[in-house]
C-alpha cells in the first residue's frame, strides 16, 4: 500500500464546498484511491472510491489527478454533520484498508 | 440489514481480567476485521478473517490477544490478562468477497476501559 499524505485538519463554512486534498505519489498502478470519514463516537464509513477516473456519488466526488500522485475529494455543500476526520488510502486491496491520520474537517455555521 | 453489530458497547474491567469482545458481522459478508483505535496510534488493523480463517494476525499486539471466528456469522477478540494501556476503541468490521476494492462496513465499535 502506498503512503499518503493529508493535513491534518481544515475548516470550511455551511453550505460551501470543500476540497479535501491528499498526495500519494508512490502509488502504484492497481493501486485504488478510497476515501473513508468517522464521525464523532462512530466507526469509519465508507466514502467514495476510484482508480483513474474522476468519480461521482451521493455523498461526494473524487477527482484524481493524470499521474494518479494525488486526488481531491470534493463535498458539493458542506453541512454540519459532514464535521468528521477524512481518510485518504491508496491500497490495491479494497478488503486491507491500512489508516493514517487522516484530516479533521471542521464546518462553521 | 442491521449492520455489523459489536457488543458491548462499553466495557470497563480492572487489570488482570479477562475481556471478550463481540462482533456479528453482516450476512454474506466475506471478511471480517478487528481495528482498534486510540488517540496516540490512530486506527491500527489487528487481525482479518476470510471465511472464517484467520489471514494476518499480524497487526495483533502480543500473545495476550486472540481472536476466533467459529462461524460465517459471529467472532470474538479476547484480551487475556488484560492492561490499561489496552484501553482503546475496539472496531469490528466486514466486506464481501469479490472485487478487490469492495468496501468496509464498521460497526460502533466497543469502548474499553482498563483501570
Known amino acids: 500500500d502506498a503512503k499518503t499524505t493529508q493535513p491534518n485538519s481544515m475548516e470550511s463554512n455551511e453550505e460551501e464546498p470543500v476540497h479535501l486534498p491528499c498526495n500519494h505519489s508512490?502509488?502504484?498502478?492497481?493501486?485504488?484511491i478510497h476515501w473513508y470519514r468517522q464521525l464523532p463516537s462512530q466507526g469509519p464509513e465508507y466514502v467514495i472510491h476510484?482508480?483513474?477516473s474522476n468519480v461521482n456519488n451521493r455523498m461526494a466526488s473524487l477527482a484524481i489527478a493524470e499521474d494518479r500522485k494525488s486526488s481531491t475529494l470534493i463535498l458539493h455543500r458542506a453541512t454540519l454533520r459532514d464535521a468528521a476526520v477524512y481518510y485518504c488510502i491508496a491500497e490495491e486491496y479494497g478488503n486491507k484498508l491500512v489508516f493514517g491520520a487522516g484530516t479533521i474537517l471542521r464546518v462553521k455555521s | 440489514d442491521a449492520g455489523v453489530i459489536q457488543s458491548p458497547r462499553h466495557e470497563v474491567t480492572e487489570m488482570g481480567q479477562e475481556v471478550t469482545l463481540r462482533c456479528k458481522p453482516i450476512?454474506?459478508?466475506?471478511?471480517l476485521f478487528w481495528y482498534r483505535q486510540t488517540m496516540m496510534r490512530g486506527l491500527e488493523l489487528l487481525i482479518y478473517?476470510?471465511?472464517?480463517?484467520?489471514?494476518?494476525d499480524s497487526g495483533m499486539p502480543e500473545d495476550r490477544f486472540s481472536a476466533k471466528m467459529p462461524n460465517a456469522s459471529f467472532s470474538t477478540l479476547k484480551i487475556q490478562p488484560s492492561e490499561p494501556r489496552d484501553s482503546a476503541v475496539y472496531f469490528c468490521a466486514s466486506s464481501k468477497q469479490g472485487q478487490s476494492h469492495e468496501k468496509l462496513f464498521f460497526g460502533s465499535g466497543t469502548q474499553l476501559s482498563v483501570l
Open positions: 508512490t502509488i502504484s498502478g492497481t493501486d485504488y
Open positions: 478473517f476470510n471465511n472464517n480463517v484467520p489471514i494476518d
Open positions: 476510484g482508480l483513474t
Open positions: 450476512s454474506g459478508h466475506d471478511y
